[in-house]
T-cell receptor, first 109, second 116 residues
């Protein structure tokens, strides 16, 4: 079956760095997405990886290793507004998104 | 760019009534739109894929007659929850697939449905 695993919850300190891991098992692979979702709101697009390596976008970076079925989202210089759920989603051979359950990130002062 | 609107943002209705939710892509044409349902602290659950001008493709376990989807134009898809019951109370989110870039889905702000 198809599956996305990511930690349920993580806690980090304001100003620090946090890495949210995601492992995936899908029938085929056509890219991996990270979305941010604040409570009560819809997800917003953060990043997309389809080739191995690191994609940097400001304070956020996303890494992909296709051979390991693994990705991570790296958040630097954490701010209180980064408190949210972070959803990992992989696109399978049918170009359908398979969603993880999300990682709730709690930022403490 | 790539803005998706959803209306209403919040609706409360009585059991047995029908509720229509609209999803619009405001600044791009979306041949494909998706309807999701999300329970508290849970991930997104894809309900159906809506293609303009054709019948929606429903995911397993989603009742077609209860969740009616219409995608009449390249910028509008609607979800009608028919004969709503309290267990239909949920957060419903639509997304539209962009026409350029990495095939990203852009989400509407969601509709909070409460059935009394």
């Amino acid at each position: 079956g198809q599956n996305i695993d990511q930690p349920t919850e993580m806690t980090a300190t304001e100003g620090a760095i946090v890495q949210i891991n995601c492992t995936y098992q899908t029938s085929g692979f056509n890219g991996l997405f990270w979305y941010q979702q604040h409570a009560g709101e819809a997800p917003t697009f953060l990043s997309y990886n389809v080739l191995d390596g690191l994609e940097e976008k400001g304070r956020f970076s996303s890494f992909l290793s296709r051979s390991k079925g693994y990705s991570y989202l790296l958040l630097k210089e954490l701010q209180m507004k980064d408190s949210a759920s972070y959803l990992c989603a992989a696109k399978d051979s049918n170009y359908q998104l398979i969603w993880g359950a999300g990682t709730k990130l709690i930022i403490k002062p | 760019g790539a803005v998706v609107s959803q209306h209403p943002s919040r609706v409360i209705c009585k059991s047995g009534t029908s509720v229509k939710i609209e999803c619009r892509s405001l600044d791009f044409q979306a041949t494909t739109m998706f309807w999701y349902r999300q329970f508290p602290k849970k991930s997104l659950m894809l309900m159906a894929t809506s293609n303009e001008g054709s019948k929606a493709t429903y995911e397993q376990g989603v009742e077609k007659d209860k969740f009616l989807i219409n995608h009449a134009s390249l910028t509008l898809s609607t979800l009608t929850v028919t004969s709503a019951h309290p267990e239909d109370s949920s957060f419903y989110i639509c997304s539209a697939r962009g026409t350029s870039g990495p095939d990203t889905q852009y989400f509407g702000p969601g509709t909070r449905l409460t059935v009394l």
